[in-house]
């Protein structure tokens, strides 16, 4: 299992209110993505972005559940990339859920360079330009399609 997980800190010009999105994979298939507004006003990135990995922590700790109770071994950890570094770095210390997740080895959290990742397809607006079209193309790499 790995995902890609992004926010956009303040991305709505009007309300200010931050867009985090993520994209869980089983087996390199994309099989859920999440894209909402988020409720409240943060007042930094790094606040933006760590919700937006506890949001995404807590449905990987859920589907791990449900694929378990189906039957189905879900062995070593979620592979979970981000880009915003500092959140990351706050991750391995012990004391949340992020946290206690990456210290009982139900996830991995390593950095990716933002302009690979695809769940920026989810947090803003990137048009009909060469990313918006590689990360389509990155997500739906099965399709035979023209961009």
């Known amino acids: ?6 926010s956009n800190h303040a991305g709505d010009c009007v309300t200010r209110r931050s867009r985090p999105g993520y994209i869980v994979y089983l087996n390199n298939a994309p ?3 999440y894209s909402k507004k988020q409720g409240g006003i943060e007042t930094s990135s790094f606040d933006a972005e760590f919700i937006a990995l506890k949001q995404c922590m807590e449905y ?8 378990r109770m189906m ?7 979620a592979f979970i ?7 990351l770095a706050n991750s391995s ?25 695809v ?8 048009g009909g330009g060469e990313k ?16």
């Open 60 to 67: 990987i700790r859920g589907l791990r559940y449900k694929l």
């Open 1 to 6: 299992m790995s995902v890609n997980v992004d």
């Open 71 to 77: 039957g189905m071994p879900v062995e070593g950890p």
């Open 31 to 33: 099989i859920y993505w």
């Open 93 to 117: 210390k012990p004391g949340y859920l992020v946290r206690e997740g990456t210290a009982a080895d139900e996830w991995c959290i390593t950095c990716i360079n933002t302009n690979d990742n």
């Open 132 to 147: 918006g079209r590689r990360f389509i193309q990155m997500i739906l790499h099965h399709v035979e399609h023209q961009y």
């Open 119 to 126: 769940a920026d397809l989810l947090t803003k607006p990137l």
């Open 81 to 87: 990339f981000g880009d915003n570094q500092s959140v």
